[in-house]
T-cell receptor, first 113, second 113 residues
């Protein structure tokens, strides 16, 4: 089973709203990732969690706040976003961070109005 | 020079032909190489991983790696219209311990019936 589940699939939010994206995997993976993908562009790494600890923050604005409550869950809290933050947000997981295959969830399509 | 380069295409092949997708990378110490397939509006799906020089075959797919030339390719035999998608080459940054993947821009493949 190589399933990573993301909710919601679609989200429309205003610039003053607070919302959260959720990601769950039950493959025993200890590395989890958030990526952002704009139309016709490749995924861009935002955050890496390794063994529930934040190991990489790719200089992401503070209006994006990640959280890893346990080894199976990853959240991305959103606050005061801008229209240019509209994108497909992808969660991925891998066994570890070292050289291992990453599997993506189906993504959350976010629109900021 | 981009870290991972792919020809954006579109690459158009007739049904039943071999599609050849190419990727070059700039980081000589990269250890792991992946091909993802992404259908329009969907998330990336891992189709091949390769870690050592040479060929790796899985069904109709063959990945080829040449670390000396910093080159990785994907061959799709007996191409089908369902193979029409964007193919993303991904390479681990550095020795790969951080889990950071660098994606190429992707090559759009069109398989014509």
């Amino acid at each position: 089973d190589t399933e990573v589940t993301q909710t919601p699939k679609h989200l429309v939010m205003g610039m003053t709203n607070k919302k959260s994206l959720k990601c769950e995997q039950h493959m025993g993976h200890r590395a989890m990732y958030w990526y952002k993908q704009k139309a016709k562009k490749p995924p861009e790494l935002m955050f890496v969690y390794s063994y529930e600890k934040l190991s990489i923050n790719e200089s992401v604005p503070s209006r994006f706040s990640p959280e890893c409550p346990n080894s199976s869950l990853l959240n991305l809290h959103l606050h005061a976003l801008q229209p240019e933050d509209s994108a497909l947000y992808l969660c991925a997981s891998s066994h570890r961070t070292e050289n291992t295959e990453a599997f993506f969830g189906q993504g959350t399509r976010l629109t900021v109005v | 020079q981009k870290e991972v380069e792919q020809n954006s295409g579109p690459l158009s092949v007739p049904e039943g032909a071999i599609a050849s997708l190419n990727c070059t990378y700039s980081d000589r110490v990269s250890q792991s190489f992946f091909w993802y397939r992404q259908y329009s509006g969907k998330s990336p799906e891992l189709i091949m991983s390769i870690y050592s020089n040479g060929d790796k075959e899985d069904g109709r797919f063959t990945a080829q790696l040449n670390k000396a030339s910093q080159y990785v390719s994907l061959l799709i035999r007996d191409s089908q219209p369902s193979d029409s998608a964007t193919y993303l080459c991904a390479v681990t940054q550095g020795s790969g311990n951080t889990g950071k993947l660098i994606f190429g821009q992707g090559t759009t493949l069109q398989v014509k019936p």
